[in-house]
């Protein structure tokens, strides 16, 4: 069972799940007009209404339940921050009381761990700053907590910066995408951050690994395991897309700064080893699957 499924990253799960012959109900707000196609279910449901999805899960009986679901993204605010929260409690908890279901598998944030330089270790103690890396991180342990009531498998995927076709536009590679295509350079106010860039079917094959693989229940990283700078994504995007690198010679000309302010990265070692998992997509490649889509819209 996934949430969040007709959203950017639930849809390119949905299709890796679809191709490992597993049988999804998918959950969103909204759904396609095609509800049923294979072993694929779309139920359309309100997670504060629990009338709207407790029928249709209870039959389904699911084994594992993925949780993408989190309303309202890129608004981060005290309200909507609780709001998600407590919805996602509400249906964990719920979900904990379904005997067939053996893991609960979340995507959390980076941006848990409050750091802005170096290499992220998923033992590293957290220092949540803002009320949505707050709101995902005691998400996290309250889960945890209700996981282990249960004797529940449970994953907690801190997902790094993850880019791909169906991204908002307004996010960094589509928005710089889509100037290119207008011949212009987008405004980049910082050039010189970087961090770590993960495509979006390398973070769907580590969910659908982890519905199959006997991984020990904890926090795992899910990143490129390595940081590339504002610049250098505008370099390969320009490269892609007009096949020239003049627009970013005159950005990296108007650089005054020497010091990166953001720079951090994942360390995967866990989710290689325990989920035999590492992304395959470089960025180059991702970036052209982006483009084909920009342009196909």
């Known amino acids: 069972m996934v949430t969040g499924a007709s959203g950017f990253i639930g849809k390119s ?6 191709t490992l012959d597993f049988e999804v109900l998918a959950i969103g707000r909204e759904i396609p007009s095609q509800q049923k196609v294979d072993s694929l279910y779309w139920l359309k449901a309100n997670f504060s209404i629990p009338e709207t999805y407790q029928t249709e899960i209870n039959e389904f009986k699911p084994e594992v339940l993925i949780h993408l679901a989190w309303q309202d993204i890129p608004d981060y605010s005290l309200e909507k921050s609780i709001f998600n929260l407590n919805q996602s ?11 067939s279901c053996k893991k609960i598998l979340i995507s959390g944030s980076c941006w848990e761990y409050g750091k802005i330089y170096g290499e992220c270790h998923n033992s590293d103690r957290v220092y949540p700053t803002d009320f949505f890396s707050i709101s995902k991180h005691s998400l996290h342990l ?7 009531q249960k004797s529940i498998k449970f994953g907690w995927f801190r997902l790094f910066f993850v880019y ?8 960094l590679i589509p928005s710089i995408l889509n100037n290119l295509k207008k011949g212009q350079a987008p405004n980049i106010r910082t050039p010189l951050n970087a961090n770590d860039f993960v495509f979006v079917d390398d973070v769907a094959d580590a969910f659908s690994k982890a519905v199959s693989v006997n991984f020990p229940s904890g ?3 899910l990143g490129s395991g390595r940081s590339t700078s504002v610049l250098e994504v505008f370099r390969i995007a320009e490269k892609v897309a007009l096949g020239s690198e ?3 010679a005159e950005l990296e000309s108007t650089i005054k700064s020497s010091q990166a302010e953001v720079d951090f990265w994942a ?6 080893a325990s989920l035999d998992w590492q992304p395959t997509t470089s960025l180059t490649d991702g970036i052209k699957q ?8």
């Open 89 to 99: 409690l509400s249906f964990i908890s719920y979900i904990t009381k379904i005997k």
């Open 290 to 297: 982006t483009q084909h889509w920009i342009n196909g819209q």
């Open 13 to 18: 799960l949905i299709n890796k799940l679809l």
């Open 164 to 171: 791909g076709p169906g991204q908002r536009s307004e996010s």
């Open 267 to 272: 360390n995967i070692q866990d989710a290689k």
């Open 142 to 148: 309250m889960t945890e907590i209700m996981s282990n």
């Open 246 to 248: 003049s627009l970013t």
């Open 219 to 221: 926090v795992y990283n």
